[in-house]
Nanobody, 119 residues
Framework: QVQLVESGGGVVEAGGSLRLTCAAS????????MGWFRQAPGKEREIVAS????????YYADSVKGRFTISRNIALTTVYLQLNDLKPEDTAVYYC????????????WGQGTQVTVSS
């Protein structure tokens, strides 16, 4: 199995920045992609950003494009999400996801880390 440990969440003022980290361990061979999703209270979970392990192709939700940046450290099987110019609507639990060649879809999820943006 794969374990995902997320960190970096917290409470920030609007316009502030935060950096989330997701470190994978366990059976992490053959990573296809890692990504970040978020879920606000009473709302559906939505994709925020993802990055393919080979080549580093990135995807961003329109709502965060230009403000958030996803990156990876291949050697550490770790993905980061830099959140800049945070807005109150970014408040949510942010979940890390990993997809590997050995894990059935949808792969594994982290426990989530809370991001709260105050106005």
């Amino acid at each position: 199995q794969v374990q995902l440990v997320e960190s970096g969440g917290g409470v920030v003022e609007a316009g502030g920045s935060l950096r989330l980290t997701c470190a994978a361990s366990g059976h992490t061979a053959g990573v296809n992609a890692m990504g970040w999703f978020r879920q606000a209270p009473g709302k559906e979970r939505e994709i925020v950003a993802s990055i393919r392990w080979s080549g580093g192709s990135q995807y961003y939700a329109d709502s965060v494009k230009g403000r958030f940046t996803i990156s990876r450290n291949i050697a550490l099987t770790t993905v980061y999400l830099q959140l800049n110019d945070l807005k109150p609507e970014d408040t949510a639990v942010y979940y890390c996801n990993i997809r590997t060649r050995w894990a059935p879809d949808p792969g594994y999820w982290g426990q989530g880390t809370q991001v709260t943006v105050s106005s």
